[in-house]
């Protein structure tokens, strides 16, 4: 099986905002597949994490570096927040989908996620720092919400256009 590139779904596509169904079969290799084609789709980008319905799929499945040297990156299935902390974490968030917009925010510190592989094995994993920051980001998008659906009429026309033109760019 050879992965293959996926096409991005650009925000505020409607796809970005609709909740993602739970994934209950993991029988097939479809969700190997489509986990193959998303760690290849989000490294070929330089992203850290990579959500379903940034590739056009609206189930619950990510997947994301644990590691900036990370060469096997993780895949979360039915992802669901256990514990965090208050003590934030502030970070220059971005997205795939938002190409070249950029905004500093700040999430929890710490996350602990319960969550199934491919195969529908359960696992518990802590993330920090950087990492909390990246699995909270993705975990929003399988909920519909993207980080910048909740700015000014004025600041969403500005980021709509920094898309634009970071798109012709990289055409
Ligand atoms: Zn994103």
Not at 76 to 89: C, K, R, T, V, Y
């Amino acid at each position: 099986m050879i992965p293959k590139l996926l096409d991005i779904v650009y925000w505020p596509d409607d796809r970005l905002h609709q909740p993602c169904d739970t994934i209950t079969k993991f029988d097939g290799d479809f969700l190997e597949r489509l986990s193959a084609d998303m760690i290849l789709t989000m490294l070929h980008n330089s992203g850290y994490g990579l959500a379903a319905p940034q590739v056009g799929h609206n189930i619950q499945m990510l997947v994301m570096l644990t590691d900036v040297m990370d060469d096997d990156p993780l895949v979360l299935i039915n992802p669901e927040i256990i514990e965090q902390s208050d003590s934030p974490f502030e970070w220059r968030e971005g997205c795939l989908s938002v190409p070249g917009y950029f905004e500093t925010r700040k999430r929890p510190n710490r996350t602990v996620v319960r969550f199934n592989d491919v195969e529908g094995e359960i696992h518990q994993t802590e993330f920090i720092g950087i990492w909390s920051f990246v699995v909270q980001h993705e975990m929003d998008h399988l909920h519909g919400k993207v980080f910048v659906d909740d700015l000014s009429p004025f600041k969403t026309k500005r980021v709509q256009e920094k898309i634009k033109k970071t798109l012709k760019r990289m055409r």
